[in-house]
């Protein structure tokens, strides 16, 4: 059973800025840092960061039908993603990755429509898939 998914957006580059993006209602951060901002956590914590990079979040608690995959990547996130490739990429950004990551509890089954596989494919950037059994 499905519990919670989150999908998320990653942005980054050695020369990445996120402050070149246009930020608007749809299009909002969740986290950004700009090269050499000072970070906050992990290896870079107390030390400049050499790269720009930025994060999109959505998350998603269940229930849905078990097996359709294409409830958990909303349509209208990949709309943001495309709508906004050529803006990421003009800001720097050379890393761009897509992840969905499945919090599960007995079995985790899902499935992707073909149209959303093509979709996806068509956006030419990594699709990683990490699921984490809620063993409670």
Partial sequence: MLILTQISLSIYGDSFSPSKIKESEDLK????????DIGKRGRYKGKPI????????????????EKDGDELIPSSFLDLIENNMDSFKNAGGTDIELRLSIF????????????????IGNLNIPFLISCYDDDE
């Fill in 104 to 119: 599960w509890k007995d079995q985790c089954n899902f499935d992707f429509s073909p149209d959303l596989i093509k979709r």
């Fill in 29 to 36: 951060f969740d986290n950004k840092n700009e090269v050499g």
């Fill in 50 to 65: 050499p790269y720009g990079g930025a994060s999109l979040y959505i998350e998603k608690k269940f229930p849905v039908k």
